[in-house]
Nanobody, 121 residues
Framework: VQLVESGGGSAQAGGSMRLDCAVSGDTASVYSMAWFRQAPGKKREGVATIAPTGPTRYADSVKDRFTIDRDNAKNTLYLQMNALKPEDTAMYYC?????????????????WGQGTQVTVS
């Protein structure tokens, strides 16, 4: 399975941005998927997760601002980010794991994208 993120860049505080993650090599619908982020000097943290059947989980820091979604027909994962804050600045990674378990623990995920940088000022 290959994951390729896109959509990162720079934004002003209060703005919006959407990240996409294209999945290839297998059918995305069988995977639990997640967005993680890592800021310089900090641990990688789970931002949002989505199970194959749709249930989602969010970190408290992004709840009500970020929305994770998936289009299994397009083999694509999305992260819509609204009301961006400077503390959202980080490298954002898409990740996938086989099965229904959908928790925000990096070591539980088998496949990772290269990451896309998000900078909020």
């Amino acid at each position: 399975v290959q994951l390729v993120e896109s959509g990162g860049g720079s934004a002003q505080a209060g703005g919006s941005m959407r990240l996409d993650c294209a999945v290839s090599g297998d059918t995305a619908s069988v995977y639990s998927m997640a967005w993680f982020r890592q800021a310089p000097g900090k641990k990688r943290e789970g931002v949002a997760t989505i199970a194959p059947t749709g249930p989602t989980r969010y970190a408290d820091s992004v709840k009500d601002r970020f929305t994770i979604d998936r289009d299994n027909a397009k083999n694509t994962l999305y992260l819509q980010m609204n009301a961006l804050k400077p503390e959202d600045t980080a490298m954002y990674y898409c990740a996938a794991r086989m099965g229904l378990l959908c928790d925000p623990i990096p070591s539980d995920y088998d496949y990772w994208g290269q990451g896309t940088q998000v900078t909020v000022s």
